[in-house]
């Protein structure tokens, strides 16, 4: 008897399987070295600027927390459907429907039940690993000292406490109830359920699985609603934030009632796991639902609409004062200086002696509008850039306090594509850039006190190289062998491209690129081969990446929100980028929340579109510093008592430095940071009022003023950092400052109502606010009807309209206001800048007014003795700077046709020579340009004397 054997596969079916076999695993080696390379060159990262510890802690804690959340989920729900399959019925009789039900699901039996509950396990634990901030702020809580006025416990309940014991019930409560629909899955596929018509028949192991699975889901949203009577102390109305007066006597009594039916409903599914009987449990879940519609919600609202809304004013005054107080507290507001501020209209010859220092230090000069001029003057070759807007800070200069705009001269790339040049020569921008904030030279031009390449000026020696800024490259390959004499990175030019002078970078700002493996896993991070092929990448060389100042201290301390805005400072003989880190949370009781990124939208600050960051709590808790050169992070506890910042430096030991210390040096440029000013200004528009019922009223709510110089959008008014000597001081500060006015509609709206100020210098009296409040009954004009003024008055506009002439086009910059001379005075510089041609805006005249009394003149000593009747008593700072003489005046209406020919013949000269300046510049012939420029000057001279003349 023969035996047929079945043909072997053929042989090119097998290898097609082995190659794919083999595809598919190397294919699973590649990314998962992919995957490999980012969490390495992370270690890397972290590693060498010192905070490998953050990035463990997060990597343990989310590990830990996967672990739970996957464990929970998978075992519970594996357990319920192991439990359910074990309790069938072995003889139960099954429709035929059930029938093929089994048959399709038993060979996958075994399967399905490790797998569902795997994937489940999956999602639970990647969804808990993301709360694991929650729970190490739990375990490393520490008490705020302060009780809510509600329930009496501390405010750290609030912020650590209740949001973890609401993640958990949540959790649970997901897990149990997914048990349990697999458990009812189970049950009635193998026949522990069985419904026929209208009967449904249970067994009773699988009865008494589902109802303890039921008592505990009741339960578990019984403990919810217990913990939502807290969560009540952050919940946002109309009119309040916290426990209402309906709250108070209605909702909470009645979460405590809805608690109490559901720990019955829970002992009633408890007690049909024993007799068998639902009825019970079903009716107390109607009960429950039932009472909640009426005790949760018809309940509250019968008392808010009958009890409450007829004397509102009367029964919401204490919880509206529970919430102005602590959103005061919480905001860092309550020690706010308010003064009454009786603003006088009129300009008093002599009135601004008593201020002269705060005149002499005026700002003409303004940081958002002189960036091209920065460019154009110190940028010195093409791939040096500054930012659109820049910093304001102070230095000293020859023992006097001066105000400052500062930038840093950082590297722009955009005019290479060369890998090699990109990622080895154009590594760095070199210097700062400072000028004085009150002066300008005869031509309308910043009058530096730092400048040039190599740096020369008033700020002495510091190391110029800025390897880390807010403008760096995505990464940059620096260092070379010790000793070595091949320098390739370009530092500045020297006058010629032969010339230029190199370096190589010295300091220890990145991972080294030291080995095969190391450049293999940058190569793949940055998707450059460059990196491993170069014969310039070398054991010595480090690669320099997240560069950004303020992304690097979000990196290293991922529970800051960080100010927008990095500012620099020449310190200890190092440029350092100065980075403000705050502590928040939205968990405060009583304290108004609002949306930070919505709060510090501002003509300087654009709106960021989908940003979720509400808070209702907030300290400038941190004062960090990025060195420029070597991008070294430190973090300084700047607010060592609060409370969340110390539960971080729990969690993180080791990486905040004592504000003890920061040098001398260090403290003399610290700000007050601007994000937080415009948070407080926006919370103070309406909590200035502390009087109940004038904050229910709402009548005297103030608002920002939109920024006058911007006519295409409105946007609010940005806050102004200048020198000044606010009312009942006795010396001037750096400060910062906003405006308000009523927030209504109408004409009320230019009506100045507040003026905020905050003392910026550090020190005994740093973060004091000062509020200046203005009689109801003032006609002090507000930003937008100054500006108005200043564009409708018939000289101003004549003269405005001549320093246009010739394709140059006005810009207005910022709009300061100052309370001086007893009452406000507003200051606004204007730059003229050629519309064709090189570009760059110029200071040529300075707006002021004082009431509804206005001045525009060449200087601001000019203007303001204009204003004040020639005796304001003031020094400014431009006051000895010539006169532009290429600044054209607009005379009055000549009188002799002779003269009027003249000054028609002189401005067409004028044109003509303008016309000839951008034509030399188009095509770089600077002795041309220079011969323009005289022609113009001329022009404009020949302009004035026939003005003067008629």
């Known amino acids: 008897m023969s035996t047929t054997r079945p043909a072997a596969p053929p042989a090119r079916s097998r290898t097609r399987a082995a190659v794919a076999i083999a595809a598919a695993i190397v294919a699973v080696l590649v ?136 993640g958990v019930v949540a959790y649970a409560s997901a897990v149990v109830l997914i048990a349990g629909l697999a458990a009812l899955a189970t049950s009635y596929i193998y026949g522990g359920i069985q419904v026929t018509g209208r009967e449904v028949r249970i067994t009773r192991r699988a009865r008494i699985q589902l109802a303890i699975t039921a008592a505990i889901y009741i339960a578990l949203q019984g403990l919810s609603i217990w913990l939502d009577q807290y969560a009540t102390l952050t919940d946002q109305k109309d009119i309040l934030t916290g426990v209402s007066y309906a ?44 009472a909640g519609l009426v005790v949760g919600s018809i309940y509250p609202a019968i008392v808010d609409r009958l009890q409450v809304q007829p004397s509102a004013g009367q029964l919401e005054a204490p919880y509206i004062e529970r919430n102005i107080d602590a959103t005061r507290q919480a905001y860092g507001i309550a020690d706010v200086d308010v003064q009454q501020y009786d603003a006088q209209s009129v300009a008093e010859p002599g009135a601004l002696r008593e201020d002269a220092e705060t005149t002499a230090n005026i700002r003409i000069l303004d940081p958002a509008r002189v960036s091209p001029t920065f460019a154009q003057l110190e940028r010195v070759r093409q791939y040096y850039q500054f930012q659109s807007h820049l910093d304001v800070d102070r230095y000293t200069i020859d023992g006097n306090t001066q105000d400052t705009v500062i930038a840093v001269r950082e590297l722009n ?123 310039q990448v070398n054991d010595s060389s480090q690669i320099l990446y997240d560069r950004n100042p303020i992304d690097r201290v979000k990196n290293v301390a991922p529970y800051l929100t960080v100010d927008s805005d990095a500012y620099p400072a020449v310190v200890d003989g190092r440029i350092l980028w100065i980075v403000d880190g705050y502590t928040t ?48 992070v430190t973090l300084y506890a700047w ?92 010396a001037p500060a750096f400060t910062l400052y906003s405006t308000y006015i009523p927030r209504t509609s109408g004409e009320s709206q230019n009506i100045l109502t507040g003026y905020l100020a905050v003392n910026s210098d550090a020190g005994e009296d740093y973060g004091k606010l000062t509020l200046l409040t203005l009689p109801k009954d003032n006609t002090v004009p507000a930003p937008g009807q100054v500006q108005n003024q200043f564009d409708s008055d018939p000289v101003v506009g004549r ?13 207005l910059g910022n709009l300061l206001t100052l309370p001086v001379g007893g009452g406000l005075l507003y200051v606004q510089p204007v730059y003229v800048q050629s519309s064709g041609g090189t570009q760059y805006p110029l200071l040529r005249k300075v707006l002021v007014a004082f009431g509804d009394e206005i001045a525009f ?32 005046t607009e005379p009055t209406e000549p009188t002799d046709p002779g003269t009027l020919t003249e000054l028609q013949q002189a401005l067409a000269d004028y044109q003509t020579a303008l016309a000839a300046r951008e034509a030399a510049y188009a095509r770089n012939d600077l002795v041309a340009a220079a011969q323009a420029d005289e022609d113009m000057q001329d022009a404009i001279e020949r302009a004035i004397a026939a003005a003067e003349a008629g």
């Open 247 to 290: 709250d108070d006597n209605a909702r909470i009594p009645g979460l405590t009632i809805l608690a109490g039916i559901a720990a019955i409903v829970a002992v009633l599914c408890i007690v049909t796991a024993i007799i068998g009987r639902w009825r019970l449990p079903l009716i107390g879940t109607a009960l429950l639902i039932i």
């Open 31 to 166: 990314i998962a070295f992919f995957v490999f390379s980012g969490f390495y060159s992370d270690v890397l990262w972290f590693d060498q600027l010192g905070f490998l510890g953050v990035l463990t802690t997060r990597w343990a804690s989310q590990a830990v927390m996967f672990g739970v959340g996957f464990v929970a989920m998978a075992f519970i729900v594996w357990l319920s459907i192991a439990l359910a399959f074990r309790a069938r019925p072995v003889y139960a009789k099954l429709n035929s429907q059930l029938d093929r039900y089994q048959q399709v699901i038993e060979p996958l039996r075994k399967v399905a039940m490790i797998g569902i509950p795997l994937v489940l396990g999956l999602f639970m634990g990647v969804s808990t690993a993301t709360r694991w901030e929650t729970v190490q702020q739990f375990l490393y809580r520490t008490p705020f000292g302060e009780v809510d006025a509600q329930f009496g416990l501390d405010i750290a309940f609030y912020v650590y406490e209740l949001p973890l014991y609401r």
């Open 799 to 811: 003269d405005l309209n001549l320093l246009s002439q010739g394709g140059s086009e006005v810009q």
């Open 413 to 535: 790339q955009d005019a290479d594509d060369s890998w090699y040049n990109n990622a080895l020569v154009y590594t760095h921008g070199y210097g700062v850039v400072a000028a004085y904030g009150n002066q300008r030279d005869a031509q309308g031009q910043p009058q530096f006190l730092e400048s040039g390449i190599p740096s020369t000026g008033e700020l002495g020696e510091y190391e110029p190289r800025v390897y880390f800024g807010e403008n760096s490259p995505a990464y940059s390959i620096v260092g070379g062998p010790e000793g070595a004499d091949d320098d390739i990175e370009i530092d500045y030019p020297s006058g010629s491209t032969e010339s230029n002078a190199y370096t190589t970078f010295t300091g220890d700002g990145g991972p080294q690129l030291g080995g095969l493996f190391t450049r293999l896993v940058y190569a793949i991070k940055f998707g450059a081969e460059e990196i491993l092929l170069s014969e």
């Open 639 to 730: 607010d060592e008592e609060d409370p969340i910042l110390k539960t971080w430096e729990a969690i993180y030991p080791g990486t905040i430095t004592p504000k003890s210390e920061m040098s001398d040096e260090l403290l003399a440029h610290v700000r007050y940071p601007a994000d937080l000013f415009k948070v407080q200004r926006s919370v103070l528009a309406t909590y200035h009022i502390t009087n109940p019922i004038e904050f229910y009223s709402r009548t005297d709510a103030w608002t920002t003023p939109d920024d006058p110089t911007e006519t295409a959008t409105e946007v609010a008014q940005p806050p102004y950092y200048l020198t000044m000597q606010l009312p009942g001081t006795e």
């Open 585 to 632: 949370t939205a968990s405060y009781p009583y304290s108004h929340v609002q949306s930070l990124s919505g709060a510090i939208v501002d003509s300087n600050t654009p709106a960021q579109p989908y940003a979720i960051d509400d808070i209702n709590y907030i300290r400038n808790s941190v004062k960090a510093t990025v060195d420029a050169y070597d991008g070294t």
């Open 857 to 888: 003149e060449d200087t601001l000593d000019a203007a303001l003795d204009a204003l004040f009747g020639g005796d304001s008593g003031a020094d400014a700072g431009d006051g000895d700077v010539p006169t532009d003489p290429t600044d054209p």
